[in-house]
């Protein structure tokens, strides 16, 4: 039996999986290359204002999340509000995310509305996603609210988060995010959403207490070069140059980074790893002095903008500045993801000034570029059967990441869930 283990990254997943296996006896170490822990979660000091480098909402059925915080003492940070979304099409700013706005969105015809409307109705009552595993998101939407609405509302959405991908992405994938937010609404006017006080930094902190407490260990700034195996099973793992043994080591960083962190995998499985794609992401925040909008979620379909949306947080967090996040989603591959800080900040704020004419230079209290090389996985139809399994065929080497949400989008809920799910598993 296994009972001294490492836990390559100290995200959600990484820390919730720690905090797992120590409350039956194991003991867990975890190795952070980052200076901090969390991940795609984490916080910094955003000049005073201690907020994530991405941004993150909570939607009712996210169970797991809410289980976790009440175990931790901390659920009474969870906050609920009534949130609004817009759609920003062509140079204008609509309302979205209701009945009543979809029937005056002046730009498509009545049955194109209708069809529309009424897959996204069914999206969020549907329980059964198999069928839709085995066709796209493009199609999908087409065959349902045809081809004027998929133009106007699907098409940029797909293209701006997918790029040349964007016709290859599961209907499964898609519909599953319509279905979460769908049923985190009050009714079908208006959505509630939810935010941690303290941010999601209070999670964070709340699990390094419970890790530590138990006789856990964290290292930050800790780079695993490699993982060691011999005669098919883990020994350990190398940290900074530096040799350490455990009995089994599970890892949650993304997928493509396995093949070089695991030389001792089979030739076939690594093929596998290698064949799975991953857009990154160039995340602009901007700390304003007013409102952008009055919208949580502001959908885009622009020619002139390179964004999907726009995320502005301070309209469901109440913070002392107007924060707004601004998503550019691009594979690692594309020369715009080298760009530098100063370019994305630029088109960002000519962004605003489309969105908003009132916006001016003088509205902007800071700013702040975070990139992310893997940050959503391509998911085509089928997703799930193409991954390796979670236990490797090396014995004690266990890899998950986000991948394996699927057809869950990435989410903290999600990140616990998975986490629980491999804790029970080596357990």
């Not at 969105?105 to 329980?127: E, M």
């Not at 609210?145 to 016709?167: P, Q, V």
């Not at 893997?374 to 998950?400: D, H, N, R, W």
């Amino acid at each position: 039996m296994m009972k001294k283990i490492a836990v390559v990254g100290a995200g959600v997943m990484g820390l919730t999986l720690a905090y797992e296996l120590i409350k039956t006896g194991y003991d867990v170490t975890v190795f952070e290359k980052d200076d901090r822990p969390g991940g795609m979660s984490a916080s910094f000091d955003f000049d005073g204002l201690i907020i994530e480098r991405y941004y993150h909402f909570f939607c009712k059925p996210d169970t797991p999340i809410f289980e976790l915080l009440k175990e931790l003492g901390i659920d009474h940070l969870l906050k609920w509000k009534e949130t609004q979304m817009g759609f920003f099409y062509e140079g204008k700013l609509y309302k979205w995310g209701n009945p009543a706005a979809l029937l005056l969105f002046p730009r498509l015809g009545l049955i194109s509305k209708i069809r529309f409307g009424l897959q996204v109705f069914l999206s969020v009552k549907r329980d059964r996603w198999d069928k839709l595993d085995r066709i796209t998101a493009a199609r999908w939407a087409k065959d349902w609210s045809g081809k004027k609405a998929y133009n106007a509302l699907w098409d940029s959405l797909l293209r701006l988060k997918f790029h040349w991908f964007h016709d290859q992405i599961s209907a499964a994938w898609v519909w599953r995010r319509l279905r979460r937010v769908g049923r985190s609404r009050k009714n079908m006017f208006t959505e509630t959403l939810a935010y941690l006080e303290g941010g999601v930094e209070e999670l964070l902190t709340g699990l390094q207490k419970k890790i530590i407490a138990g006789g856990g260990k964290i290292f930050l700034n800790a780079n695993v070069k490699h993982i060691d195996v011999d005669k098919n099973k883990v020994t350990g793992l190398v940290v900074n140059g530096e040799e350490h043994f455990f009995d089994g080591v599970v890892t949650t960083v993304p997928l493509p980074y396995i093949p070089r962190l695991i030389p001792g995998l089979p030739g076939e499985v690594t093929k596998k790893y290698a064949g799975l794609d991953n857009i990154g992401v160039v995340c602009v925040l901007l700390k304003l002095s007013s409102p952008l909008t009055e919208n949580f979620w502001l959908n885009i379909s622009d020619r002139t903008i390179e964004l999907p949306g726009v995320i502005e947080f301070s309209n469901l967090n109440p913070l002392p500045e107007k924060l707004v996040y601004f998503p550019f989603y691009l594979h690692r591959t594309d020369e715009k993801f080298s760009k530098s800080d100063q370019y994305f900040i630029d088109l960002v704020k000519g962004y605003c000034k489309r969105i908003n004419r009132n916006f001016g230079e003088s509205w902007v209290l800071g700013q702040r570029v975070h990139r992310y090389e893997y940050a959503q996985p391509v998911c085509p139809p089928g997703f799930s059967q193409g991954l390796p399994p979670v236990k490797t065929v090396i014995e004690g080497l266990y890899v998950m990441d986000t991948s394996y949400y699927y057809p869950e989008d990435r989410s903290i809920s999600e990140s616990v869930n998975a986490a629980q799910k491999l804790g029970s598993i080596l357990i």
